[in-house]
Nanobody, 124 residues
Framework: QVQLVESGGGLVQAGGSLRLSCAAS????????MGWFRQAPGKEREFVAA????????WYADAVKGRFTISRDNARNEIYLQMNSLKPEDSALYYC?????????????????WGQGTQVTVSS
Protein backbone atom coordinates (compact mmCIF):
# COMPACT_ATOMS: atom_id res chain seq x y z
CA GLN A 1 0.00 0.00 0.00
CA VAL A 2 1.02 3.57 -0.69
CA GLN A 3 -0.43 6.50 1.20
CA LEU A 4 -0.50 9.85 -0.57
CA VAL A 5 -1.03 13.22 1.12
CA GLU A 6 -1.38 16.40 -0.89
CA SER A 7 -0.68 19.92 0.34
CA GLY A 8 -0.16 23.43 -1.00
CA GLY A 9 -3.61 24.28 -2.26
CA GLY A 10 -5.27 27.59 -1.53
CA LEU A 11 -6.88 30.72 -2.90
CA VAL A 12 -4.97 32.74 -5.48
CA GLN A 13 -5.80 35.47 -7.95
CA ALA A 14 -5.79 34.83 -11.67
CA GLY A 15 -2.26 35.04 -13.02
CA GLY A 16 -0.78 33.90 -9.76
CA SER A 17 1.13 30.74 -8.86
CA LEU A 18 0.85 27.82 -6.48
CA ARG A 19 3.04 24.81 -5.80
CA LEU A 20 1.35 21.59 -4.81
CA SER A 21 3.19 18.81 -3.03
CA CYS A 22 2.38 15.15 -2.55
CA ALA A 23 4.11 13.08 0.10
CA ALA A 24 4.14 9.30 -0.31
CA SER A 25 4.57 6.77 2.45
CA UNK A 26 4.30 3.02 2.75
CA UNK A 27 5.78 0.96 -0.02
CA UNK A 28 8.54 2.65 -1.98
CA UNK A 29 7.13 4.63 -4.83
CA UNK A 30 10.43 5.00 -6.68
CA UNK A 31 9.34 2.86 -9.62
CA UNK A 32 5.83 4.23 -9.77
CA UNK A 33 4.54 6.73 -12.26
CA MET A 34 3.05 9.64 -10.35
CA GLY A 35 0.30 11.87 -11.61
CA TRP A 36 -1.88 14.82 -10.78
CA PHE A 37 -5.58 14.91 -11.57
CA ARG A 38 -8.26 17.47 -10.79
CA GLN A 39 -12.00 17.54 -10.37
CA ALA A 40 -14.23 20.59 -10.44
CA PRO A 41 -17.79 20.50 -9.08
CA GLY A 42 -20.14 18.75 -11.50
CA LYS A 43 -17.30 17.58 -13.73
CA GLU A 44 -15.40 14.35 -14.16
CA ARG A 45 -11.95 13.88 -12.72
CA GLU A 46 -9.45 14.86 -15.40
CA PHE A 47 -5.78 14.30 -16.01
CA VAL A 48 -3.38 17.19 -15.38
CA ALA A 49 0.19 15.84 -15.51
CA ALA A 50 2.28 12.73 -14.96
CA UNK A 51 5.94 11.94 -14.38
CA UNK A 52 7.80 8.67 -14.85
CA UNK A 53 9.90 7.11 -12.15
CA UNK A 54 13.19 8.68 -13.29
CA UNK A 55 11.64 12.12 -13.52
CA UNK A 56 12.73 12.56 -17.13
CA UNK A 57 9.45 11.49 -18.77
CA UNK A 58 6.56 13.86 -18.32
CA TRP A 59 3.10 14.19 -19.83
CA TYR A 60 0.67 17.13 -19.64
CA ALA A 61 -2.91 17.83 -20.50
CA ASP A 62 -3.20 20.42 -23.28
CA ALA A 63 -5.03 22.79 -20.94
CA VAL A 64 -2.00 23.16 -18.65
CA LYS A 65 0.90 22.68 -21.04
CA GLY A 66 3.39 25.53 -20.76
CA ARG A 67 1.94 26.71 -17.43
CA PHE A 68 2.30 23.72 -15.10
CA THR A 69 5.43 21.69 -14.33
CA ILE A 70 5.47 18.30 -12.63
CA SER A 71 8.56 17.00 -10.86
CA ARG A 72 9.56 14.42 -8.29
CA ASP A 73 12.17 13.88 -5.59
CA ASN A 74 12.55 10.15 -5.06
CA ALA A 75 14.90 10.65 -2.12
CA ARG A 76 12.16 12.54 -0.30
CA ASN A 77 9.27 10.43 -1.65
CA GLU A 78 7.57 13.56 -2.93
CA ILE A 79 6.16 14.93 -6.14
CA TYR A 80 5.32 18.50 -6.98
CA LEU A 81 3.13 20.49 -9.32
CA GLN A 82 4.27 24.03 -10.00
CA MET A 83 1.30 25.97 -11.36
CA ASN A 84 1.89 29.35 -12.97
CA SER A 85 -0.38 31.78 -14.81
CA LEU A 86 -3.38 30.31 -13.05
CA LYS A 87 -6.84 30.81 -14.49
CA PRO A 88 -10.27 30.59 -12.85
CA GLU A 89 -10.93 27.42 -14.85
CA ASP A 90 -8.02 25.77 -13.01
CA SER A 91 -10.10 25.83 -9.82
CA ALA A 92 -10.67 22.27 -8.65
CA LEU A 93 -9.79 19.65 -6.09
CA TYR A 94 -6.34 18.39 -7.09
CA TYR A 95 -5.45 14.75 -6.48
CA CYS A 96 -2.10 13.00 -6.42
CA UNK A 97 -2.09 9.44 -7.77
CA UNK A 98 0.34 6.55 -8.25
CA UNK A 99 0.56 3.90 -10.97
CA UNK A 100 2.51 0.94 -9.58
CA UNK A 101 3.11 -0.45 -13.08
CA UNK A 102 5.05 2.64 -14.11
CA UNK A 103 3.10 3.64 -17.21
CA UNK A 104 3.28 7.33 -18.13
CA UNK A 105 -0.32 7.94 -19.01
CA UNK A 106 -3.23 10.23 -18.47
CA UNK A 107 -5.64 7.34 -18.11
CA UNK A 108 -6.99 7.56 -14.56
CA UNK A 109 -7.90 3.86 -14.62
CA UNK A 110 -4.18 3.04 -14.61
CA UNK A 111 -3.66 4.65 -11.21
CA UNK A 112 -3.88 2.40 -8.17
CA UNK A 113 -3.45 4.81 -5.26
CA TRP A 114 -5.02 8.20 -4.65
CA GLY A 115 -4.72 10.97 -2.11
CA GLN A 116 -7.59 12.88 -0.55
CA GLY A 117 -7.03 16.01 -2.60
CA THR A 118 -6.12 19.64 -2.00
CA GLN A 119 -8.38 22.50 -3.05
CA VAL A 120 -7.19 25.12 -5.52
CA THR A 121 -9.37 28.18 -6.06
CA VAL A 122 -8.45 30.85 -8.59
CA SER A 123 -10.35 34.12 -8.37
CA SER A 124 -10.88 36.36 -11.38
Amino acid sequence: QVQLVESGGGLVQAGGSLRLSCAASGRTFTRYTMGWFRQAPGKEREFVAAVGWTGSSTWYADAVKGRFTISRDNARNEIYLQMNSLKPEDSALYYCAADRLGRVSGNRNYYDYWGQGTQVTVSS
